[in-house]
């Protein structure tokens, strides 16, 4: 603690009063997940990397998946199912806007910033796990609440849901799996 200067404040009940409520993905948060596919499809089919940001930071999905993680490491079943019934039902109705979407542009090629999302790596995990752990550290400490959202933009969980489903839109099954496994390893990171 002396050495790393890490002085946490938090504790298990701080820290579930704010993971708990963005579990749910209803209400604004379901207008934020539309506003953040639409946003994140768009910016991806343009090849914008400021509007694929813009989409990280008011994407949802961080919720779900930082209630899964606190979830296992208190060993609450309830919060468990409750985040992966919220997640999985935020995954599907992204994908399924998303595709719709990427039907109808009418920018059919992929971008730069699809194909970036198709082939992750092992470089892509240690951003996943270092911005994880960074989010551990700004949810137990009142001074750094405000990285949250750099924790979301590290991670991109919007963007390689997105090209997955361009990938899907377009019959492109080596697009869709791999912009899936990015979405999936950024999500496991954060969880774990």
């Known amino acids: 603690k ?14 579930r009063e704010q993971v708990e409520p963005g579990i749910s993905i209803k209400g604004v948060r379901m207008w934020l997940l539309l506003a953040s596919c ?9 090849n914008s990397t400021a509007v694929v940001i813009g989409a990280m930071l008011i994407s949802p999905l961080m919720g779900p998946i930082l209630g899964l993680g606190f979830g296992m490491a208190t060993t609450s079943n309830r919060m468990i199912r409750s985040s992966l019934r919220n997640l999985l039902f935020a995954v599907f109705i992204s994908l399924a806007i998303a595709t719709l979407y990427f039907i109808v542009s009418p920018f059919q090629d992929p971008t730069s910033e699809i194909l970036s999302r198709t082939a992750p790596n092992l470089l892509d995990l240690l951003v996943a796990i270092a911005a994880a752990f960074a989010g551990v ?17 590290a991670t991109a969980i919007m963007p390689p849901l997105c090209a997955c489903a361009f990938g899907i839109a377009h019959g492109d099954w080596k697009i869709a799996l791999g912009a899936f496994y990015l979405f999936f390893v950024n999500a496991v990171a954060i969880a774990v």
Do not use: F, Y
């Open 2 to 15: 002396k050495i790393l200067l890490l002085e946490l404040d938090g504790d298990q009940t701080q820290a």
């Open 38 to 46: 639409l946003i994140a499809s768009i910016g991806l089919n343009t």
């Open 137 to 153: 550290v700004a949810m137990n400490s009142s001074s750094l609440a405000g990285a949250v959202p750099g924790v979301a933009i």
